[in-house]
C-alpha cells in the first residue's frame, strides 16, 4: 500500500500524455524547470539581502558641559551643612 505499483505508474504517464500531448510535455517541463531555477535564485537573493546582522556600535555618551559658574558652586557647601 505504501508504493505504487508499475502498472500504476504506465497508467499515470498514458493520462499525462493524453492530457498533454507528446509536443506539449517537454515544454511543460521545461517551464516547470524554469520556474524552479527563477525560485533558487529568489531564495539565494533574499539569504544575501538580509545577510550577517551588522555587530552593534558602542554608544558613547558625553558628560555634559558645566555650566558657567558651576565650578563656583561646587566649592560651598550645600545649605544644609553648613555648620
Known amino acids: 500500500m505504501g508504493s505504487f505499483s508499475?502498472?500504476?505508474w504506465v497508467v499515470v504517464l498514458a493520462i499525462i500524455l493524453i492530457l498533454?500531448?507528446?509536443g506539449k510535455l517537454p515544454r511543460v517541463m521545461g517551464d516547470f524547470a524554469k520556474g524552479i531555477k527563477a525560485f533558487k535564485a529568489g531564495?539565494?537573493?533574499?539569504?544575501?539581502d538580509v545577510g550577517p546582522a551588522?555587530?552593534?556600535?558602542?554608544?558613547?555618551t558625553a558628560a555634559p558641559a558645566p555650566a558657567p559658574g558651576a565650578a563656583a558652586h561646587a566649592a560651598e557647601p550645600h545649605p544644609s551643612e553648613r555648620v
Open 43 to 48: 531564495m539565494k537573493d533574499e539569504d544575501d
Open 54 to 60: 551588522p555587530a552593534p556600535q558602542p554608544r558613547v
Open 6 to 8: 508499475m502498472m500504476h
Open 20 to 22: 498533454f500531448g507528446a
